[in-house]
């Protein structure tokens, strides 16, 4: 056997081995035939292999270099580090496989144009180093648990893990340019950690365990959207704490059960949180915003009665013994 054929013969194990024809099934599923980004030809740019009973993926996508963007999703593969030279790779979904590690991504030299990846609905338990510098990070549906060794991204910018088992917000350390942050259906049980996320625009905590805050939120200056409905806030008082973000627009909080105990608490959020533009699924409209602050006048009145009258009735107490005394 020559040495040609002997390099040749892994590449033949992997094809028989997946029982597929790599060469024939990637021409048929090349579209976006352009000019490539280092100006040297035409070239087809995405590959589009969704639910192709693929298996395993073979060296034959080395070949094909000039590829941005592959879908692999609902397959049955079990890792991807076959095409992490892909060097012009910038969207890959493998959605709905069998993963479970990415390890190929803690390779500084490895997937150096990848900026999306979708990983949601695979068998990850566990999250470690990423060095890919992606943008886009979907990693919903999956089973993680563990994120010790994570140590964060310095260009990530959307990370979406929905429905995981993540107990904590402490390991989201060293995410610098992290805008939105989504991690609804999870095990969360307090926000230690948030103050972390010192970019953060877009929070999603629905359907976790908190059941209030520390005792003064942290000042996040950006965040614009925070979803903590259907969790376990058994206080109104906790969402007054919330006063501490400048610029937050929209408020999600249904599903708690400090709503049947706070018959008012959307107008006294309004109050509150004047820049609030949308609370739930109502926005907050300027009708809405004098009835809040009617029933906030009236709510003053009263008290202001009230402690008068109690102030009366102290002066008349005091009135009847100074008499008592006389006598």
């Known amino acids: 056997m020559s040495k ?55 060296q034959t996508f080395g070949n094909y270099k000039y590829i941005e963007s592959i879908d692999l999703s609902g397959n049955n593969i079990t890792e991807i580090v076959q095409l992490s030279q892909l060097p012009f790779l910038i969207r890959l979904n493998v959605e709905g496989n069998n993963i479970k590690d990415l390890k190929s991504l803690a390779n500084e030299e490895a997937f150096k144009s990848l900026k999306y990846l979708n990983a949601a609905s695979n068998k990850l338990v566990e999250l470690g180093p ?88 942290p000042v996040l200056e950006n965040i614009v959207h925070f979803d903590i409905r259907e969790n376990k806030i058994d206080k109104f008082d906790e969402i007054s704490k919330l006063q501490t973000l400048p610029n937050l627009k929209r408020l999600l909080y249904k599903g708690n059960p400090f709503e049947s105990k706070s018959p008012n608490y959307l107008l ?32 003053y009145d009263r008290e202001v009665e009230q402690k008068r009258l109690q102030e009366e009735e102290e002066r008349a107490k005091e009135a009847a013994l100074a008499a008592q005394q006389e006598q």
């Open 130 to 217: 990423i060095k890919v510098p992606l943008i886009q990070l979907n990693l919903n549906d999956n089973k993680i648990e563990k994120m010790d060794t994570f140590d964060g991204n310095p260009k990530l910018r959307q990370f979406f893990l929905k429905r995981n088992k993540i107990a904590a917000l402490t390991q989201f350390q060293n995410l610098p340019e992290l805008k939105e942050l989504k991690l609804s259906e999870n095990k969360i049980k307090a926000i230690q950690g948030v103050e972390l996320l010192t970019s953060i625009q877009i929070l999603q905590l629905r359907k976790n365990l908190i059941e209030g805050f520390d005792e003064t939120f």
């Open 268 to 299: 006294d959020t309004i109050n509150q949180m004047v820049r609030l533009e949308k609370i739930n699924n109502i926005f907050v409209t300027k009708q809405l915003k004098e009835k809040a602050f009617s029933f906030a006048k009236d709510k």
């Open 4 to 58: 040609k054929e002997a390099k040749k013969q892994p590449k033949q194990q992997e094809e028989s081995k997946s029982k597929i024809n790599f060469e024939e099934l990637i021409m048929n599923n090349l579209s976006g035939f352009k000019m490539v980004q280092d100006n040297s030809g035409y070239h087809f740019t995405i590959l589009n292999l969704n639910q192709k009973n693929v298996d395993v993926l073979t």
